[in-house]
């Protein structure tokens, strides 16, 4: 080898090298920008999907509904749940992040707090979805919900048929979560004009720290004591709630004599209709849910944009909403409703209930 070539073949490795070590460097910068290409490509798309808590009924079967979702539509989801801890929330969601998932789905724990992880999601190139609660002043991509203002006029049309005339109480959920200002609202939409016509009077209105049945039963105990227990009727934001407030007029030998309503269809608040101390719940079919996000968070993944017939405005944007129909559940159409459906199978219901 002549000097020359010698040297030209030291230039050519150098060259080399250096352009095999900043390959993935560069790969990495880009990865965001590139993200629906990526899944064009046919890659196995990643979606994160960050939740409040697990604690309820109801969250175990978002979960493995949205799990079940995801994956049967070839995609992978990495599920995290904080424990109803904004920080924790914030640092699961960031980690999600840097594991490169390609869209994010939140289930806020507080609507406020939420927002600094859209922030961070943005800044990385990835979208947002909001999962059953909104999330206040950040511009995230899409909303789905339920209609939570539907949820409390159901509620109190239920409870207003069966008590026109009287003292009401209200258990409200936990205030961090933007959904009680709209189950609220819609109940007062319903019981206005009774109030107005002095027919029914709010005699306890409460709102529940973190959704807690202790809390709830707490509140109900305090309403009781301080009217005597002259109640006549109970509408609490969910049945978490609704549970803790027939343990509170279970100990004035109160239950099943006063009307009392919930929101979830739990296995628990179906078996107390069934048992005769809860009167109403309402019943939303998460796998609905699970499925139309599920469907949605891929698309957006690939690059799809979406439009909805309807937007909520969370303070900041527009967000794009889709708001799914809640049905509610009496002793009457718990058959054709809950059970038909497989939210829970009629052994469930009834074989516990009876003991
Ligand atoms: C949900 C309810 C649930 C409650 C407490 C609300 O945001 O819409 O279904 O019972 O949170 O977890």
Redesign the pocket.
């Known amino acids: 080898m002549t000097k020359k070539n010698r040297w030209r073949l030291m230039v050519l490795l150098f060259i080399s090298l250096f352009v095999g070590a900043c390959a993935p460097a560069e790969q990495a910068v880009k990865k965001n920008p590139e993200k629906t290409v990526v899944a064009a490509n046919d890659e196995t798309v990643k979606i994160g999907f960050s939740m409040?808590?697990l604690?309820?009924e109801?969250?175990l079967k978002d979960q493995a509904l949205f799990k079940e979702a995801v994956e049967a539509l070839g995609a992978e989801v990495e599920i995290v749940a904080a424990n109803g801890d904004d920080a924790l929330q914030i640092t699961q969601a960031e980690t999600l992040i840097q594991q490169g998932i390609d869209l994010l789905v939140i289930?806020p724990h507080n609507a406020e707090a939420t927002a600094a992880i859209v922030h961070k999601a943005h800044s990385a190139g990835i979208k947002v979805i909001a999962y059953?609660?909104l999330i206040k002043n950040a511009s995230i991509d899409l909303y789905v919900?339920?209609d939570?203002e539907r949820?409390g006029e159901l509620q109190a049309e239920a409870i207003l048929e069966l008590v026109p005339k009287g003292n009401y109480v209200y258990i409200g959920?936990?205030t961090t979560?933007?959904?009680?200002h709209l189950i609220k609202k819609g109940v007062f939409n319903v019981l206005q004009p009774a109030i107005d016509q002095g027919d029914i009077k709010v005699v306890y209105d409460q709102w529940t720290e973190d959704?807690s049945p202790e809390k709830a039963f707490l509140n109900m105990t305090e309403a009781l004591a301080a009217n005597n227990n002259q109640i006549d009727a109970v509408i609490a934001?969910?049945?978490?709630t609704a549970g803790g407030v027939i343990q509170a007029l279970a100990a004035q030998g109160l239950a099943g004599k006063i009307p009392v309503a919930g929101?979830?269809a739990e296995l628990a608040a179906v078996q107390r209709i069934v048992g005769g101390t809860q009167t109403m719940t309402v019943y939303?079919p998460i796998q609905i849910l699970t499925e139309q996000v599920a469907s949605l968070a891929v698309r957006m993944a690939k690059g799809d944009t979406i439009t909805t017939a309807r937007a909520v405005n969370n303070g900041k944007v527009d967000v794009p909403s889709i708001l799914l129909a809640p049905i509610p559940v009496t002793i009457d159409n718990l058959q054709d409703t809950v059970i038909k459906d497989g939210f829970h199978t009629q052994s469930d219901v009834y074989g516990q209930a009876a003991k």
Request: net charge negative.
């Open positions: 409040d808590t604690k309820e109801r969250w289930v059953d609660r919900s339920f939570n949820v959920g936990a979560d933007n959904n009680v959704w934001a969910n049945d978490a929101q979830d939303k």
